[in-house]
Every structure is written in C-alpha cells, then in structure tokens.
C-alpha cells in the first residue's frame, strides 16, 4: 500500500477526495506528516496549510482550523473554513491565494505565526 485517501470537507461541502502519498498537517502541537500505515490518532488543527503530496504533484489546501482522524488507509480532515491554493487556472489560484490570507488572518490565535501561514501560502503563489 503506497497511498492513503485523504478527504478535507468543510461545511460546504468536499474540496478535496484522492489518494495521495503523503499528507502533511497543521496540529496544535505543530506540522506533522501522515504516511500510508499510520497509527491512529485524532488531532485539533491549527491555522495553516494543509501539503499534499501526489504521486507526480504537490498540491495545498489553506485551512483556519478545524480536527482530523487518521488510520491506516485514510486520513479525514473536517475544517471550518479551506481553500485550495493549487487547484485551477492561475487567475484562480491568484484569487484563492488572496482569498486564503484573508482566511488565515480572521484566526485570533496568539500562538500561531501568521507570518509563517502567510509565506507558506506565498511559497504557492
């Protein structure tokens, strides 16, 4: 087994539904990154940038935050707000890209940097 399926739904519905090599998330405790087999475990998650790898691209989802469930074969992300950075044609990405720094700017969380988030979002741009 060299994928798990990862699902990020948020209160509008699914943004995201795929196999995916690895997926690496924004926990309160800090990023942590989810391999095919992992143990399971629930986690809150913080403000930041969800990294999805693929077998041949790298895509990113913004979140505010939000908890997610992992097992061995799949890793379910339900998040109060999200927006894909990577998915689209560059006029889309551009808007979402804006649109993710507005998202991540609402959080009032005195432990995160919102520098970092944002220059994670730019790293997409």
Do not use: C, Q, Y
């Amino acid at each position: 087994m060299d994928t798990i399926r990862l699902s990020i739904v948020t209160p509008n519905g699914e943004i995201f539904n795929d196999n995916v090599k690895t997926v690496t998330l924004p926990g309160k405790e800090g990023e942590f990154g989810v391999l095919p087999g992992h143990s399971s475990l629930v986690s809150s998650l913080t403000v930041g940038v969800i990294v999805i790898e693929k077998a041949n691209s790298t895509e990113a989802v913004a979140i505010n935050w939000g908890h997610v469930k992992v097992d061995e074969k799949s890793v379910d992300v339900l998040a109060d707000g999200a927006i894909a950075l990577t998915a689209g044609k560059d006029s889309e990405i551009a808007k979402n890209i804006e649109a993710a720094k507005v998202l991540v700017n609402s959080v009032k969380d005195s432990n995160i940097s919102l520098a970092s988030v944002e220059a994670k979002i730019n790293s997409f741009a």
